[in-house]
């Protein structure tokens, strides 16, 4: 299954991009297994679903490469940063200039209370549904807000900063869930 996923990953990837055939069928790897994780864990265990790969491979909705995808698209922002030799450390994250700003701050606040909640109850799809909400709040926040090209450069290091907090949580999120995200896709 896990062959077959990656596989079916490995074509979309090289209908999509110029890459190496190495890296590409180790990112569809990564991707497919972590398509499956979530797919299975983002459901009820006390509830029924359709298996359906098709679905789980998708790149829209609630799947575990749109979460993927989120992660290497912040890691993507981070990287041209960096490239500029700019850097955010030390910087704070300041209050909201935003709705959708705010709306990624309320997402990230949940972090403890869901992983506490998830624990307890031992309901992986509580983290699943946690970091679907907060991939959509950072997409929202995303298209709304021009972070490379903001001229304040206070402002613009707490967007930094606001992304590298994302960042961890999406990634800490994903490896409790037992899949990681690659570098690029």
Do not use: W
């Amino acid at each position: 299954l896990i062959s077959e996923t990656a596989e079916k990953m490995y074509k979309k990837i090289s209908e999509n991009h110029a890459i190496e055939e190495e890296e590409a069928r180790k990112t569809a790897n990564m991707i497919g297994v972590a398509a499956l994780k979530y797919g299975d864990l983002s459901n009820q265990a006390s509830k029924d679903y359709v298996f359906d790969v098709d679905r789980f491979i998708s790149f829209e909705g609630n799947t575990g490469p749109y979460i993927l995808y989120t992660i290497v698209r912040i890691k993507s922002i981070l990287h041209k940063y960096h490239d500029l030799g700019k850097s955010a450390e030390g910087a704070v994250i300041t209050s909201a200039h935003s709705e959708s700003e705010k709306n990624l701050m309320l997402e990230i606040s949940k972090f403890n209370a869901v992983i506490d909640g998830a624990f307890a109850d031992t309901a992986p799809h509580k983290i699943c549904s946690y970091i679907y909400d907060l991939a959509n709040a950072f997409n929202s926040f995303y298209h709304e807000t021009k972070i490379m090209s903001e001229e304040d450069e206070t402002v613009q290091k707490s967007y930094i900063r606001l992304l590298e907090l994302t960042k961890s949580v999406l990634e800490t999120s994903i490896d409790l869930l037992g899949f990681s995200a690659p570098e690029r896709m």
